[in-house]
């Protein structure tokens, strides 16, 4: 029986989407305005005008009958035609006859002064945006005899009845055989496909939803608060836009819809939630769709978690009360993404409007990946998350022994150099083999560890800046101007196993007062 009054029901959508033409058009009766089809001696109800406005006149009661009679025939009404009191800002109320099949498209949009609508069990069809920006509109039931919800067939994919409302309440009536409301959830959801299509401010998801479809909640302002459960697998572009959310938890598995679109910011998944001020990514995330975030100007901090390989194009344009940022993935995430307008590649745009000096945070192994890559490149601030893991700061390191990596030296950013290993220092003939000489001025203090046992000559020459030297008691030789010019340092000890010093070591050291030479020399 079931299956009968489904196939039933979907006979009548298909017959009311026929298109024809009508033979009397626009006729007013009363206050409304009808289109009559004299063959199946039909009626639907239209607006006053062909296009915007679509009234002139205001009304505030419309009582849509059963029949009309127009030339001494009875006409059924069958339908109400799109945009048929759009704009009617002085409708209060709307009584609907048990012949009307069929709501179109836009049909009350606007109507911002109405309060309350009874759908009877006789519409079948519900197109999109009917009940649009209908402020006033607290509650909406969707009897069991619908069995269509128009898709629009635009770059939003709506498929929703209402969008940028204020309703506490919303549920499709049982025994509906494509549409529930399950758990008294205050949403509608396609029972076959566990897609919820569209919500209101007391909506609480079901575990059971697997989508959460295109413009679901679109501009719902006062819904402040949703849990996303961990079933939901995919959500539709818009589908929290301009929401008056505070906080937003994103499970692992939930796929954003991306569109490739010049105007993606406009479509994002949270896009203008101006009250958005904390933010969850799930370890686990791959990608983050194009918009998702644009223009939400009050969250102060993003963590993007570590599985994230793909940022798309605006994501997080226009999020001017950024901070600070963390990227947790060891390879710079790529950003940016395909414009369908445009076909451009753009890197630049997933953070466009933010401000790029504030901190960056990313893996200490990573931050030169960052400052090489695309997109992330423009940061001027990039840091370690952690600066533990990068060991201490290096200015400058290499190898400097006699047999290559024998000796090792590190020039820390605290200016201080220091030789480790076994054995003697390689030969150095001129400044340019100098392994730190570029870096001479930076070099304040020097420390060779035990082990070393010779100082090339050359070594230091002109380290101008440099004022201690610590000389371990394994070194036996110090070569010729190995110190020379090293005009700030006033004093050196000599360990006693040092059996030569070559020509010139200390030479033109202005500030040297003390050196102790040992009986070994």
């Not at 953070?351 to 990313?362: A, D, G, R, T």
């Not at 090489?372 to 940061?379: L, R, Y």
């Not at 003939?429 to 570029?438: G, K, Q, V």
């Amino acid at each position: 029986m079931k299956k009968q009054l489904l196939l039933f029901l979907f006979a009548i959508v298909a017959s009311v989407g026929t298109m024809f033409a009508w033979d009397y058009e626009r006729v007013q009766i009363g206050d409304l305005y009808y289109n009559f089809d004299a063959t199946n001696q039909t009626a639907e109800v239209t607006s006053q005008n062909s296009s915007y406005p679509y009234w002139s006149t205001t009304i505030t009661t419309a009582i849509i009958p059963a029949s009309v009679e127009y030339n001494s025939v009875t006409y059924s009404v069958t339908s109400i035609g799109q945009y048929a009191f759009s704009g009617c800002s002085g409708l209060t109320s709307v009584t609907i006859g048990n012949s009307v099949t069929s709501i179109g498209n836009n049909a009350f949009s606007d109507c911002n002064n109405m309060t309350s609508i009874d759908i009877p069990n006789s519409v079948a069809r519900i197109g999109t945006n009917v009940f649009s920006n209908c402020s006033s509109l607290t509650s909406l039931t969707i009897p069991a005899s619908v069995v269509q919800i128009d898709k629009f067939d635009g770059p939003s994919h709506q498929n929703i009845v209402v969008y940028g409302n204020n309703l506490t309440s919303l549920s499709v009536e049982a025994g509906n055989p494509v549409y529930d409301s399950r758990d008294n959830c205050n949403a509608i959801i396609e029972t076959a496909t566990n897609t919820l299509l569209m919500g209101c401010q007391n909506t609480i998801i079901p575990n059971t939803v697997t989508r959460i479809n295109e413009a679901a909640f679109y501009n719902c302002a006062n819904l402040i608060a949703i849990t996303i459960p961990t079933s939901v697998a995919s959500i539709g572009e818009g589908a929290f836009h301009g929401t008056g959310l505070t906080s937003v938890a994103l499970p692992a598995n939930s796929v954003l819809d991306d569109w490739y679109y010049s105007l993606a910011q406009d479509l994002g998944v949270f896009s203008s939630c101006n009250n958005l001020n904390n933010i969850a990514l799930e370890e686990g995330l791959t990608s983050i769709a194009a918009g998702t975030f644009a223009y939400s100007p009050n969250f102060s901090s993003i963590n993007i978690p570590a599985s994230v390989t793909k940022i798309n194009m605006y994501a997080f344009s226009n999020c001017t009360g950024l901070t600070e940022i963390t990227c947790n993935a060891v390879n710079p995430p790529a950003l940016g993404g395909l414009s369908y307008a445009s076909s451009v590649y753009h890197p630049n745009d997933v953070f466009n409007e933010v401000n790029k000096s504030i901190p960056l945070y990313v893996p200490c192994a990573s931050i030169e990946a960052y400052k090489a890559a695309d997109g992330w490149s423009e940061f001027t601030n990039i840091q370690a998350i952690n600066p533990d893991d990068c060991g201490p700061c290096l200015l400058a390191s290499g190898t400097c022994g006699a047999q290559g990596d024998n000796l090792t030296w590190e020039l820390s950013c605290d200016s201080v150099l220091t030789i480790r290993g076994t054995g003697a220092m390689a030969n150095i003939s001129s400044a340019s083999d100098i392994p730190w000489y570029e870096y001479r001025d930076a070099i304040k203090s020097i420390v060779i560890g035990n082990g070393v046992t010779s100082i090339a000559g050359n070594a230091f020459q002109r380290c101008t800046n440099l004022t201690s030297v610590t000389i371990p008691n394994s070194v036996t030789s110090i070569g010729q101007v190995a110190f020379y010019e090293c005009t700030a340092l006033t004093s050196v000890t000599i360990p006693n196993r040092v059996t030569s010093i070559g020509m010139g070591a200390f030479s033109y050291c202005s500030s040297l007062t003390s050196i102790t030479i040992p009986n070994s020399v």
